[in-house]
């Protein structure tokens, strides 16, 4: 590995380290000077905006209701919970992710297999409430880096819950995965499959990640296609298991993963059945499929669920008709779990007009804390709630706070005309690839606090939000000797 290679890696480390374990140092609690504690109830005559102007359906299903210039979840005024909290945070509802675990088990326990288990992506969200949360549930761990695998470990995890997969992946990584003996790793290259193989004792499950050259899925991020990093071409199978020798029966398999925020359940049908037909001449050597993640959530009203059911009827055919049911299937997933139980909240710092007569909102978070919106142009529900009893709604422009143009939450979004400065934004559906996507370090504004609420209470291990410089200055107070 290079100097400038160790270096970089060293600074990623030292950030997730940083991240992971400083920024929960005790604050005193901001309070936003315009909100009050109690639910604000608006009597209906005095609303003066149209009925169903906000289109709640993808909030109402998770338990969000709109109760006058306020938000509730399970009856609790939002804004009595951020009126405890510092801006921006993000708030992670766990009620919601337990009942998102208990709907991926039941639809784990319909596959016809010899044993399901699903692991969660922990690249979606490691805050240490989510991991707490997942690790109690007694749900497994997929991690794709050596920050990750530390971190599921401090957090409690046994090596025996913990996949490891992920492009890329440097030697030292892969012989501290075997000698720790996980449960298992998915080789992405012959490369890799040569480095297991120098580690391997025996104890470790090991799959071979597969990409489909000519199929490309319609996910929003997909992730197969002729120029894709991940796996190795189908093409290949035979030298793929010429290669795996090493592995002894009942520890050999597949993964593949196609695409993420997938809602379309015929169309990963379709794909399973492709990649699983490859499969058919192996069968006598697969021992597990990882059938990869992607289940995804629906962000607008337009948007279907992913039907589970439909979905492990189709599956359970596709296996059977390949001679593969009664294989070990494994589920990873990230956005299903904790995309919806997280909220995104950030403070309007200023209103004004702009030149064209729209009104601006700017916030104290911005796409450092959460890029998804300016970086895929991802669609999510965004509102503001404020303390008026009467109010009209209006489009406004949403934006963060930093130098660039692309720093937007979105234009026409309808702000009701009562909420001011120092009131509160809220995006919703924020709990996945939300804070672990973002580039906190950008113009070194706040990386955001972090708050649980469960059982209607805010509580449990929550950190308030950081000046960005704090992380800076822990990266620079090392001396460098590291470089000779
Ligand atoms: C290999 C792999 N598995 C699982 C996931 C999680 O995907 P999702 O959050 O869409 O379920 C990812 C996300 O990038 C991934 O790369």
């Known amino acids: 590995m290079s100097k400038g290679h160790r270096l970089n890696s060293a600074i990623i480390k030292l950030m ?3 991240h992971l374990t400083f920024i929960g140092g005790s604050r005193t609690f901001q309070k936003f000077p315009s909100l009050t504690n109690k639910v604000l ?7 003066t905006m149209e009925k169903n102007a906000y289109d709640d359906h993808v909030l109402h299903s998770e338990g969000f209701e709109r109760e006058g210039c306020d938000y509730t979840y399970n009856g609790l005024s939002l804004s009595s919970v951020i009126s405890r909290v510092e801006t921006p945070s993000y708030i992670y509802f766990l009620d919601i992710l337990a009942r998102k675990i208990q ?20 690249k979606a969200n490691p805050a240490t409430q989510i991991l707490t949360a997942i690790l109690e549930s007694g749900l497994n761990v997929e991690v794709s880096s050596m920050g990750e695998l530390d971190h599921v470990l401090k957090t409690g995890f046994n090596p025996e819950r913990i996949i490891l997969l992920g492009p890329g992946k440097e030697e030292d990584l892969i012989r501290r995965a075997s000698e720790m003996h996980i449960r298992g790793i ?3 290259s012959f490369r890799e499959l040569e480095l297991i193989s120098k580690y391997y004792d025996g104890n470790m499950v090991v799959l071979v990640r597969l990409n489909m050259e000519d199929e490309t899925s319609k996910a929003l991020e997909s992730m197969s296609g002729s120029e894709s990093k991940f796996g190795i071409d189908v093409k290949n199978l035979e030298e793929i298991v010429r290669r795996s020798r090493f592995v002894p029966e009942g520890k050999f398999g597949f993964q593949y993963y196609l695409g993420s925020q997938v809602l379309d359940y015929k169309e990963s049908l379709r794909l399973h059945e492709k990649m699983l037909s490859y499969m058919q001449r192996f069968r006598e050597r697969v021992d597990y499929i990882d ?4 289940f995804g959530v629906p962000m607008t009203p337009k948007d279907l669920k992913f039907d589970f059911g439909s979905f ?32 995104f909240v950030t403070r309007i710092v200023d209103i004004k007009t702009a030149g064209n007569g729209g009104t601006m909102l700017t916030t104290d978070g911005g796409m450092n804390n959460f890029f998804r919106i300016a970086f895929l142009g991802a669609d999510h529900p965004i509102r503001a709630i404020g303390s008026g009893t009467t109010f009209t709604l209006k489009p406004a422009t949403v934006c963060g706070p930093l130098c660039t143009p692309i720093d937007c939450f979105g234009k026409n979004i309808l702000i009701p005309d009562c909420v001011r400065e120092g009131d509160p934004v809220l995006i ?6 939300g804070l672990s996507l973002s580039p906190v370090l950008f113009l070194l504004q706040k990386v955001p606090g972090e708050y649980a609420v469960k059982n209607n209470k805010l509580g449990g291990s929550n950190h308030p939000p950081i000046g960005a410089e704090t992380v800076l200055s822990f990266i620079y107070a090392r001396d460098g000797s590291e470089l000779h």
Not at 41 to 47: A, L, Q, S
Not at 291 to 294: F, I, Q, T
Not at 314 to 338: A, H, P, Q, Y
């Open 312 to 343: 492990s009827s189709g599956l359970n055919r596709i296996l059977r008709d390949n001679g593969l049911d009664g294989k070990k299937i494994w589920f990873e997933s990230g956005r299903f779990l904790v995309a919806d139980c997280g909220l």
């Open 103 to 122: 709907e991926l088990r039941d639809f784990s326990t319909s596959i016809n297999g010899s044993g399901t288990d699903i692991f969660y992506s922990v």
């Open 428 to 433: 919703f559906k924020a709990g996945a690839y």
């Open 16 to 18: 997730a380290f940083f």
């Open 291 to 294: 059938l990869g993640g992607g």
């Open 41 to 47: 109830t608006t009597p209906e005559n005095e609303v």
């Open 186 to 188: 998915i080789a992405e």
